[in-house]
């Protein structure tokens, strides 16, 4: 690892431990995901993780769709899932990796089981098999299927397969121990009938694995060294590991549960999101509200704020809930090095300037970052009539100028990059509505100081009237109002936050700004981080995050 101050957590420790023992020779690791959803920033942390693990030990990380339960999954999640871990930066070895493709592989496994007494075709029905297998203060009971001889279940087993029984009729279950104290090894099952296609295998199955037989073998199929999962697997590691070790797999994998990442004022579960989605609380998954990865970036957040977001947090024995508000000070932090700078007037009040005569102007040549030269230049268009910020004018003259830094009528303000300016005169439509101000440039000002008695209030955006590009621009709220949305009883969508957007058409960008490309990040001077829009085929752009932090709670 670069950064050597960093203290090394628990799955580094066990690594170590097992390359000096000689135990490992290639650490390999997975991220498999199942394609029932789009990736949120919890599944970022684990393919931080586990990426990351492989790269520092030079070993590799397969990407894995764990597609074991065609019910819920589909192509679309698997296509989005393959756009997200690359857009993060990560590189999987291989090809990428399908359990599906491990179904022949483990259904011959299941008939090892059935031969070696340790697997059998049980007819309990879901009901009795939940009363059978107790709770956890009692002992459960034998099924009496469970002496059952091994050639009728694997009669039945084929007859599953292939069609010829009903959907929970039977199920395929592992002999272990009725008593254990594990509830998971209560003769857990290990496949289910389900009469329904698959996306990759068709109509060829009519029987899908269960999480827990197919995991540790996809593991060892593939050679993973550490399988890496979240806590809530905790209590199924030692079923991960009695198939592992009854079964005559070509490599031992084990298996370390980490803390799950969860972020305060968002929901991490695919079942939620997916609710959010369905309902139409929002958009899509790619909704810039999301926590998913592909609606982070559609907002604007860098792959590169979300790894480093990720690598800043612990990897931990225990879950917990990470503030937003230190997830955003590294997507701020990362746009502030990185994104090109912009004049965006979201408000836009006319300003004529009287001695600047109209059909004249000038173009003044900026960087496109304060300290940032490979980001180039860019122009901006001066002219007779120009946009400021409703904002940023006021008619009370008693403002202090500490107070209010803009343009006073009567007073000076510079615009960025240009001028001092002057407010003379204020021109309002029959309700009193300012419309217009006329207002005064003061000569030679552009990139030099006041003459001797003019004092600028401050400094503002402005962009050419003519020669501006006429845009929407679109404020994002957090997508709840409190902390912990999904925390009580009630639905975590009675916490929505009604006000999470807000769009405001009419705003007036500068020119070179209708040539900017989705994923490009931009600073609206005095306005926030914002990234045009992917999914519009008008100029619109979405806020990534303000300029400072002024959420409050
Ligand atoms: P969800 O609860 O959102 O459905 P999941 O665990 O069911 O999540 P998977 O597709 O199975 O989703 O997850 C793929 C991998 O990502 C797993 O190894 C899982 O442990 C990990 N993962 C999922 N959510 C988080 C999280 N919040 N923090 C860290 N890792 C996570
Ligand atoms: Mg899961």
Not at 169 to 182: F, G, H, Y
Not at 199 to 208: A, E, K, P
């Amino acid at each position: 690892m670069t950064d050597t101050e960093k203290p090394i957590n628990f799955i580094q420790q066990v690594i170590n431990a097992d390359l000096e023992a000689g135990a490992v020779d290639r650490v390999i690791t997975r991220f498999p995901p199942e394609p029932n959803g789009y990736l949120h920033i919890g599944h970022a942390k684990s393919i931080c993780v586990n990426f990351g693990l492989a790269e520092q030990y030079g070993g590799g990380c397969n990407l894995r769709f764990d597609d074991t339960n065609p019910e819920k999954e589909d192509e679309e999640y698997v296509n989005a899932i393959i756009e997200d871990v690359r857009w993060l930066g990560f590189k999987w070895q291989g090809d990428i990796c399908y359990a599906s493709n491990y179904f022949d592989q483990l259904y011959s496994w299941a008939q090892y089981l059935i031969n070696k007494n340790l697997a059998y075709v049980c007819e309990l029905n879901a009901e009795d098999m939940r009363a059978y297998r107790g709770t956890l203060t009692e002992a459960g009971k034998n099924s009496p299927f469970r002496e059952r001889p091994a050639a009728e279940s694997l009669a039945l087993l084929e007859q599953m397969k292939t069609g010829e029984i009903d959907e929970g009729r039977m199920t395929l279950r592992a002999k272990i121990d009725m008593a254990s104290a594990n509830i998971n090894m209560r003769d857990p099952v290990m496949y289910r009938i389900k009469k329904m296609p698959h996306q990759r295998t068709g109509d060829t199955w009519n029987i899908y694995p269960s999480y827990d037989f197919a995991h540790g073998q996809e593991d060892s199929i593939e050679g993973v060294s550490h399988s890496i999962c979240t806590l809530e697997f905790a209590a199924n590691r030692p079923l991960y590991e009695w198939f592992v070790g009854n079964l005559p797999l070509p490599s031992q994998p084990r298996q370390y549960e980490f803390g799950r990442l969860n972020l305060n004022y968002t929901v991490t579960s695919k079942r939620k999101l997916k609710q959010l989605v369905d309902e139409q609380h929002v958009e899509g998954w790619d909704d810039p509200r999301m926590p998913t990865i592909s609606g982070l970036r559609r907002r604007g957040v860098s792959a590169a704020a979300i790894r480093e977001f990720c690598d800043s947090l612990a990897v931990a024995k225990t879950d917990g809930v990470v503030d937003m508000a230190q997830f955003e000070h590294f997507i701020r932090d990362d746009l502030n090095s990185n994104a090109r700078r912009a004049m965006c007037v979201i408000n836009p009040l006319l300003v004529t300037l009287s001695n600047y005569p109209a059909g004249t102007g000038e173009e003044f040549v900026v960087p496109g970052h304060p300290n940032r030269d490979d980001l180039g230049e860019r122009s901006l268009s001066f002219a007779h009539q120009i946009y400021i910020d409703r904002n940023d004018f006021s008619e009370d003259t008693t403002l202090s100028r500490k107070k209010f830094k803009r343009l006073v009528i009567g007073d000076y303000v510079r615009l960025r990059s240009a001028y001092i300016i002057r407010a003379d005169e204020v021109i309002t439509d029959a309700s009193g509505n300012i419309t217009e101000i006329i207002g005064s440039i003061v000569p030679d000002t552009v990139g030099a100081d006041a003459p001797e008695g003019i004092k600028a209030r401050g400094v503002i955006h402005w962009v050419s009237a003519a020669d501006s590009a006429d845009c929407t621009v679109k404020i994002y709220g957090r997508l709840f109002i409190k902390a912990a949305p999904d925390a009580g009883e009630e639905s975590f969508l009675e916490h929505i936050n009604p006000q999470s957007l807000q769009v405001i058409t009419g705003c007036k960008a500068e020119r070179g700004l209708a040539a900017a490309v989705a994923g490009d990040h931009y600073q609206f001077e005095r306005e926030g981080y914002f990234t045009r829009d992917s999914k519009s085929s008008d100029l619109v752009f979405n806020c990534t995050i303000g300029l400072r932090d002024n959420w409050k709670a």
